[in-house]
């Protein structure tokens, strides 16, 4: 079972205990990714907020605000920081639901009464998404880079949480062998 998907049980549990006889315990799990918030808050943000943790949103859209901000300014984009914050919610919420509303997501109208496709969606030119770039006319370059940020960063939590884990429960079986 992949970290993420322990960390996803983990934040659920009522089994909190700590037990040294143990070495993937859900304590152990949330300690690591606590860690790894210390280096990536932003993946970890992004990781609550894809378990359905809503005070999650808040920090991401901090942090990718400050984060858009500062690359507006590398590519030399006109962009204030409540722009910017506006920015990183609207990244943040076409990342969560990125389906485009006319289709519902299948990049072709629904024939009404039936169950069959029709003509292709022209909002999505049929590809079943809301364009970023319509979204954002004037700020599109960040808008991608910012998307592009979140998805580096989101496949970078497990990973981190890994590296975390593993010299923890290092120290933790080196105390409990001494400890015999």
Same mark, same amino acid.
């Given at each position: 079972?992949?970290?993420?998907?322990?960390?996803? @049980?983990?934040?659920?549990?009522?089994?909190?205990?700590?037990?040294? =006889?143990?070495?993937?315990?859900?304590?152990?799990?949330?300690?690591?990714?606590?860690?790894?918030?210390?280096?990536?808050?932003?993946?970890?943000?992004?990781?609550? &907020?894809?378990?359905?943790?809503? $005070?999650?949103?808040?920090?991401?859209?901090?942090?990718?605000?400050?984060?858009?901000? =500062?690359?507006?300014? @590398?590519?030399?984009?006109? &962009?204030?920081?409540?722009?910017?914050?506006?920015?990183?919610?609207?990244?943040?919420?076409?990342?969560?639901? %990125? $389906?485009?509303?006319?289709?519902?997501?299948?990049?072709?109208?629904?024939? %009404?009464?039936?169950?069959?496709?029709?003509?292709?969606?022209? %909002?999505?030119?049929?590809?079943? =998404?809301?364009?970023?770039?319509?979204?954002?006319?004037?700020?599109?370059?960040?808008?991608?880079?910012?998307?592009?940020?979140?998805? =580096?960063?989101?496949?970078?939590?497990? %990973?981190?949480?890994?590296?975390?884990? $593993?010299?923890?429960?290092?120290?933790?079986?080196?105390?409990?062998?001494?400890?015999?």
């Amino acid at each position: 079972m992949k970290v993420i998907e322990r960390y996803a @049980a983990a934040v659920r549990s009522s089994n909190l205990e700590i037990n040294e =006889r143990t070495t993937r315990s859900d304590s152990d799990v949330l300690g690591a990714m606590g860690l790894a918030a210390r280096q990536f808050p932003l993946a970890v943000a992004l990781q609550r &907020l894809f378990l359905g943790d809503s $005070t999650a949103a808040r920090e991401l859209v901090e942090i990718l605000a400050d984060d858009a901000w =500062r690359q507006a300014r @590398a590519m030399r984009v006109k &962009l204030n920081r409540v722009q910017a914050y506006d920015l990183a919610q609207g990244c943040v919420a076409w990342h969560r639901n %990125p $389906t485009c509303d006319h289709c519902g997501g299948h990049g072709a109208t629904v024939i %009404p009464g039936s169950k069959t496709l029709g003509v292709r969606c022209k %909002p999505c030119k049929g590809t079943g =998404r809301t364009s970023l770039a319509k979204m954002f006319k004037e700020h599109s370059e960040v808008a991608d880079w910012l998307v592009a940020h979140m998805e =580096r960063h989101q496949a970078m939590a497990g %990973p981190e949480a890994m590296k975390q884990i $593993t010299g923890y429960l290092e120290l933790k079986n080196w105390c409990a062998e001494a400890a015999k």
